[in-house]
Nanobody, 118 residues
Framework: QLQLVESGGGLVQPGGSLRLSCAGSGFTLDVYAIGWFRQAPGRELEGVSCISSNTSTYYADSVKGRFTISRENAKNTVYLEMDSLSPEDTGVYYC????????????WGQGTQVTVSS
């Protein structure tokens, strides 16, 4: 069974940092593009970042310079390092996998909650 499992969410103060993990089970992530998405209450799903199979990276303007996406193939895991967090970054964060960044995103994880609040 192909699964993506997110972890690392939690409550953090403004200006703080979190690292989210997206672990693959039943398939090898390094041949897939992995995207991170988030959904804030009452808002639409938003694309945050993507890393392609050849490690090209892409970021939404709202997170450029603050978030970093990376792969650790030995652990079959993709990370999203989030720094300088603000309350606007609050939401449920999902990872997804497919052939290319910008494709239809065939596989999704269950999400992890990130709350930025003092």
């Amino acid at each position: 069974q192909l699964q993506l499992v997110e972890s690392g969410g939690g409550l953090v103060q403004p200006g703080g940092s979190l690292r989210l993990s997206c672990a693959g089970s039943g398939f090898t992530l390094d041949v897939y593009a992995i995207g991170w998405f988030r959904q804030a209450p009452g808002r639409e799903l938003e694309g945050v970042s993507c890393i392609s199979s050849n490690t090209s990276t892409y970021y939404a303007d709202s997170v450029k310079g603050r978030f970093t996406i990376s792969r650790e193939n030995a652990k079959n895991t993709v990370y999203l390092e989030m720094d300088s967090l603000s309350p606007e970054d609050t939401g449920v964060y999902y990872c997804a996998a497919d052939a290319y960044c910008g494709s239809g995103w065939h596989y999704w994880g269950q999400g992890t909650q990130v709350t930025v609040s003092s």
